[in-house]
């Protein structure tokens, strides 16, 4: 993908740390999704060459162009890490300057660049120097009250990136309440050339038709689509599935993926997150997710979902 081409996507798998693995974002590729990003990583890990930000970086043949995300808080250090071979192989960069979680603000770094607009425009023109691939940004509309979002959309515009992704809630919300989706009209007001994708509860055609309403180019879904990779295939009115046979086929596929780049112990407690997600809402499913947390092996989760799916396969 060059960065014109960035231009032609309408539908992205958000960044969500401890979710969107490379078996996840394969998935999601599969059922229609335009574009996927990969949890964050730390730009200082990279570059000091940290082994454990490696499980993250992996993208299976199949997937949807994917863009990395990184997240730092020195301009020259996050320059350098976007040119190491590690990440070659990606479409684009993907900086993240919304996290709201305490660890990652206290050290400066995700929704504490919404308190240092000169710096987080620093990290932008350092980027944007040192690559040509497309360059997004994704933050959140304030701290507390959706105070810097047309200050914020303006200094990425004007420092290079070539996309934004909003998080129409503020820090202080985290990931409660509902979005605004009101504030994208200030945000297209603004962002000029820029590809804009709206974020936050974007879970059906409903959401997604509302965000588009205001005019973005398209909608970034996270939480709607763990347990439902099929979303993207919903919301972009293509053909699919959606059966219990489907849903059982679908977290059997992941968890082979998750295996084979991942040691079967991590991978164990990786697939029982997603079993939640698949199982939410499905008649008398309770039972089976309590058993699939409780499994300490792959067996044990298996024959929680066997006997749970055994009339449907």
Known sequence: MNRQQLKDVRTVLAPMA??????FRLLCSEYGCDLTVTEMVSSKA????????????????????TFVQIFGHEPEVMADSIQLDELAHFDGIDVNMGCPVRKIVSNGEGSALLEDISLAGK?????RKATDKPLTIKYRVGVDKPDKVCDFTRMCRDNGADGVTVHL?????????TADYTLLEGVMNCAGNMSVFANGDIVDVASCNKAL?????????GRGALGRPCV????TNKPYSWEMADIYRTIARQWELTTQYTPERVAVNEIKK?????LKGIRHA?????????????SEIFAALDEFFKEYL
Do not use: C
């Open 286 to 298: 309770k039972n089976t997710v309590v058993k699939v947390s409780q499994a300490k092996s792959a």
């Open 213 to 221: 309403s205001y005019g973005v180019q398209g909608v970034s879904v």
């Open 123 to 127: 990290i932008v023109s350092a980027l």
């Open 274 to 278: 997603h079993v939640a997600f698949y």
């Open 169 to 177: 809630r503020t820090r202080k919300q985290m990931y409660s309440g």
């Open 232 to 235: 993207f295939s919903e919301i």
């Open 46 to 65: 990279l570059v000091m060459g940290n082994t454990n930000t490696l499980r993250l970086l992996k993208v299976f043949q199949g997937s949807a162009p």
């Open 18 to 23: 401890g979710y969107t693995d490379g078996a």
